[in-house]
């Protein structure tokens, strides 16, 4: 009785461990070498939906050079659904739709490559796209090998139309055919936080949706936020929890860009611009490229923040740096302005990462945090490399 007793108590911290968050554990991390910073780059959905061209990716890749996108960090430059042809050719490949992409993928690779950047591709776990085209379920060797041949570096796998085809079996496909190319390919797994993804996603690819499509509005960005900030145990480099792409520059106001910028780079997330870059206001691009921003997103550490007080929508959130340093993000989801604090034992300096005000010798960070706005901080400690 006692033993049955004891095997039940165990399956219970079993489920309850496996329920509360917790941390990747026994999954076997997946490493292909890649993403050992959350991956940063451009991709067309937000902005543009199913309305992808070459001249727009062209276009698109240009002005992250010029506007010094390419320079802060942003390396993939990712072609989302509808590049795609109705059908596959005679052969049973995916093609270019030749209207929307004349010269074909192959010569976009290799003019994105001449610009010192990569491109990534959109397919999907299903029978076909979210846009109706052809999907990989089933041609995933196929699929993968004309991938490499035309020089993709990155993969966005979304899941619609699975035909009820369990998301491990589906996702592991595409990743055993990935690396059977030898191509190095980031594998971004869009399955939108189904099956708890997060729970095995370290075991398949270089990140994982941890929700349904974000919007360009400040309750989207909220109900990603806290879907996505209890995860940080699951996530560390070579594979991120992913709450989509940020939606900086599509709609929402400036504070409340800022702190998508910021949440993001505190939960150590992919940053993928979904702007459209080539029309961005001076604003847009200057907050995009912020370097101290980007440095917490890009931590080496790959620790992503954790929250560490939330009380009537005025959240706290520290995230660890490997130089001993941390950042403190001060967050107001609220409508009204809110004075706001954190104590930071043993700091040192101290500086605000958007307005780049900086103060010496507190240990407290305090601020007067705009509705819907951010104070992010960056504090040197004692005794920190
Ligand atoms: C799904 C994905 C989006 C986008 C669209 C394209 O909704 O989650 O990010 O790729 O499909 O159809």
């Given at each position: 009785?006692?033993?049955?007793?004891?095997?039940?108590?165990?399956?219970?911290?079993?489920?309850?461990?496996?329920?509360?968050?917790?941390s990747a554990g026994s999954v076997p991390r997946w490493d292909n070498g890649l993403a050992r910073t959350p991956?940063?780059?451009?991709?067309?959905?937000?902005?543009?939906?199913?309305?992808?061209?070459?001249?727009?990716?062209?276009?698109?890749?240009?002005?992250?050079?010029?506007?010094?996108?390419?320079?802060?960090?942003?390396?993939?430059?990712?072609?989302?659904?509808?590049?795609?042809?109705?059908?596959?050719?005679?052969?049973?490949?995916?093609?270019?739709?030749?209207?929307?992409?004349?010269?074909?993928?192959?010569?976009?690779?290799?003019?994105?490559?001449?610009?010192?950047?990569?491109?990534?591709?959109?397919?999907?776990?299903?029978?076909?796209?979210?846009?109706?085209?052809?999907?990989?379920?089933?041609?995933?060797?196929?699929?993968?090998?004309?991938?490499?041949?035309?020089?993709?570096?990155?993969?966005?796998?979304?899941?619609?139309?699975?035909?009820?085809?369990?998301?491990?079996?589906?996702?592991?496909?595409?990743?055993?055919?990935?690396?059977?190319?030898?191509?190095?390919?980031?594998?971004?797994?869009?399955?939108?936080?189904?099956?708890?993804v997060w729970a095995w996603g370290s075991g398949y690819g270089n990140l994982w949706r941890t929700t349904l499509?974000?919007?360009?509005?400040?309750?989207?960005?909220?109900?990603?936020?806290?879907?996505?900030?209890?995860?940080?145990?699951?996530?560390?480099?070579?594979?991120?929890?992913?709450?989509?792409?940020?939606?900086?520059?599509?709609?929402?106001?400036?504070?409340?860009?800022?702190?998508?910028?910021?949440?993001?780079?505190?939960?150590?997330?992919?940053l993928i611009t979904g702007a459209d870059l080539t029309t961005a206001s001076a604003g847009t691009l200057a907050?995009?490229?912020?370097?101290?921003?980007?440095?917490?997103?890009?931590?080496?550490?790959?620790?992503?923040?954790?929250?560490?007080?939330?009380?009537?929508?005025?959240?706290?959130?520290?995230?660890?740096?490997?130089?001993?340093?941390?950042?403190?993000?001060?967050?107001?989801?609220?409508?009204?302005?809110?004075?706001?604090?954190?104590?930071?034992?043993?700091?040192?300096?101290?500086?605000?990462?958007?307005?780049?005000?900086?103060?010496?010798?507190?240990?407290?960070?305090?601020?007067?945090?705009?509705?819907?706005?951010?104070?992010?901080?960056?504090?040197?400690?004692?005794?920190?490399?």
């Amino acid at each position: 009785m006692a033993t049955v007793r004891r095997a039940c108590a165990l399956v219970l911290v079993l489920l309850l461990g496996a329920l509360a968050g917790g941390s990747a554990g026994s999954v076997p991390r997946w490493d292909n070498g890649l993403a050992r910073t959350p991956p940063m780059g451009w991709n067309d959905y937000n902005a543009f939906g199913l309305g992808v061209t070459e001249d727009l990716v062209r276009r698109t890749a240009e002005r992250m050079v010029s506007a010094g996108l390419r320079d802060a960090g942003y390396e993939y430059v990712n072609i989302d659904d509808a590049w795609m042809a109705e059908t596959r050719d005679a052969g049973g490949n995916l093609q270019a739709d030749p209207a929307r992409f004349p010269h074909g993928i192959k010569a976009l690779a290799d003019y994105v490559h001449g610009l010192g950047l990569k491109l990534g591709i959109y397919a999907d776990a299903g029978t076909q796209t979210c846009g109706g085209l052809p999907g990989s379920l089933g041609h995933e060797q196929r699929d993968a090998r004309q991938f490499a041949a035309w020089g993709v570096d990155y993969l966005k796998y979304d899941t619609c139309n699975a035909n009820g085809v369990p998301a491990r079996q589906r996702y592991g496909a595409m990743r055993d055919a990935l690396a059977a190319t030898g191509r190095p390919i980031v594998y971004s797994i869009c399955n939108w936080g189904a099956e708890r993804v997060w729970a095995w996603g370290s075991g398949y690819g270089n990140l994982w949706r941890t929700t349904l499509d974000i919007r360009p509005t400040f309750d989207s960005l909220l109900d990603v936020f806290h879907a996505t900030v209890g995860l940080s145990g699951y996530a560390g480099p070579g594979g991120w929890n992913d709450p989509d792409m940020l939606e900086v520059g599509n709609g929402m106001t400036r504070t409340e860009d800022r702190a998508e910028l910021s949440l993001w780079a505190m939960l150590a997330a992919p940053l993928i611009t979904g702007a459209d870059l080539t029309t961005a206001s001076a604003g847009t691009l200057a907050d995009l490229t912020n370097p101290a921003v980007i440095a917490v997103d890009q931590d080496p550490l790959g620790r992503p923040a954790t929250l560490v007080s939330s009380r009537a929508g005025l959240d706290v959130l520290v995230k660890n740096l490997a130089n001993g340093d941390v950042a403190v993000l001060l967050f107001n989801e609220t409508g009204t302005d809110a004075a706001m604090s954190w104590t930071v034992p043993g700091a040192t300096a101290v500086r605000e990462l958007w307005t780049g005000a900086a103060s010496t010798a507190s240990t407290e960070v305090a601020a007067r945090v705009p509705a819907h706005g951010v104070a992010m901080f960056r504090v040197g400690r004692a005794g920190a490399k």
